[in-house]
């Protein structure tokens, strides 16, 4: 199957929210700078995403083949144990907003645009699961994102995508030497349908991280993935 991309996606600021986030009265001498911002950025703002409906052509030990290419991570494995499609995908605030906030020089603004670009994020990944639960009644799915473990590192960034096809010509979105996504507010990782709670968090033991969503357990990885 053949990438899917979503670049028609409707993208407002949510202001409240922002004020919030950025710790700023509404009322203030700065407010009317911010709904500028704001204003400019719904203006210009093209959040984008992408995915492939992808078969799983094997599982091994520590590895598995997804569309032909190689995705090594145990964790993975288990995860794909009952199951024999996933989706690889990508979503991003846009390269349009990513170009306008590297214009911006001031520290206080740049943090403004960074909180901004976040939010298109999010209306990028929240009009990608309601298309693909709209295209697929998927149900219940859970994700995998590249670096967020150990077990399967940043570095197969290039392999996901890889099976997504030309990310760059498509939405955009490209990779540094390193791995790391531009626009920076981007996420990837891969969908895939289960039955259980699993969570990146439960295996990952850094602290105070901002984005947790379930507490580590120190025993989850011996449990259920220890070969």
């Known amino acids: 199957m053949k990438h899917t991309v979503l670049d028609n996606i409707s993208f407002k600021v949510d202001l409240d929210r922002l004020f919030r986030r950025i710790h700023l009265d509404p009322q203030s001498e700065d407010a009317a700078l911010v709904r500028n911002m704001a204003a400019k950025a719904e203006e210009i703002g093209r959040p984008k995403a992408m995915y492939k409906l992808s078969a799983i052509d094997s599982k091994q030990q520590d590895h598995v083949i997804v569309d032909g290419v190689r995705l090594s991570s145990r964790v993975m494995k288990v995860n794909f144990e009952n199951i024999n499609r996933v989706i690889p995908y990508a979503a991003t605030c846009g390269r349009e907003l990513y170009d306008w906030a590297q214009g911006i020089e ?75 996504m531009i626009p920076i507010k981007s996420v990837s990782g891969i969908l895939f349908q289960t039955e259980s709670d699993f969570e990146s968090c439960q295996l990952c033991p850094r602290e105070n991280c901002p984005n947790r969503r379930a507490e580590y357990n120190p025993d989850l990885y011996k449990e259920f993935y220890k070969a």
């Open 106 to 180: 001031d520290m206080l603004e740049q943090y403004w645009a960074s909180i901004i670009m976040e939010q298109a994020l999010e209306e990028a990944i929240k009009h990608l699961n309601m298309h693909l639960e709209e295209r697929f009644k998927l149900g219940k799915v859970k994700s995998m994102n590249p670096g967020s473990l150990e077990d399967w590192p940043i570095s197969q960034q290039k392999e996901l995508f890889s099976i997504l096809g030309n990310v760059r010509e498509a939405i955009g979105l490209e990779l540094t030497d390193s791995f790391l």
